[in-house]
């Protein structure tokens, strides 16, 4: 296989407090995915980041900001966030986020 291959089994889940957790799953140097899953309340504080981001909803439901302007995600939205802006979500129902992360976020590996 010349793909890079990440089987679920073998993807630690990390938790991060607070009712959240990280799974690493691919990556190369250009790309990440992770899923984030969150408990009904817990919130992913503003931050910003140089990485380029793409969160999809894979279930649950979440308000998202960006820049102070937020929305309502449910499963199959997504929001792209571009590099440098302020975002947060806070989770309205226990749910799953896959983010995309180009470049690979390598703060997230140690």
């Known amino acids: 296989m010349k793909g890079i291959v990440c089987h679920h089994e073998n993807a630690p889940l990390k938790d991060l407090g607070g009712g959240t957790g990280r799974r690493v799953l ?20 503003d931050h910003t980041h140089p990485h380029t981001q793409c969160s999809y909803v894979l279930s649950g439901r979440f308000r998202y900001s960006v820049e102070g302007e937020s929305t309502e995600l449910k499963p199959g939205d997504s929001i792209v966030v571009p590099s440098g802006l302020v975002h947060g979500t806070v989770c309205l129902e226990q749910g799953v986020l896959l983010d995309i992360f180009t470049p690979c976020r390598k703060d997230f590996l140690g």
């Open 26 to 45: 691919a990556w190369n140097d250009q790309l990440m995915a992770v899923e984030v899953s969150f408990q009904t309340g817990a919130v992913g504080t």
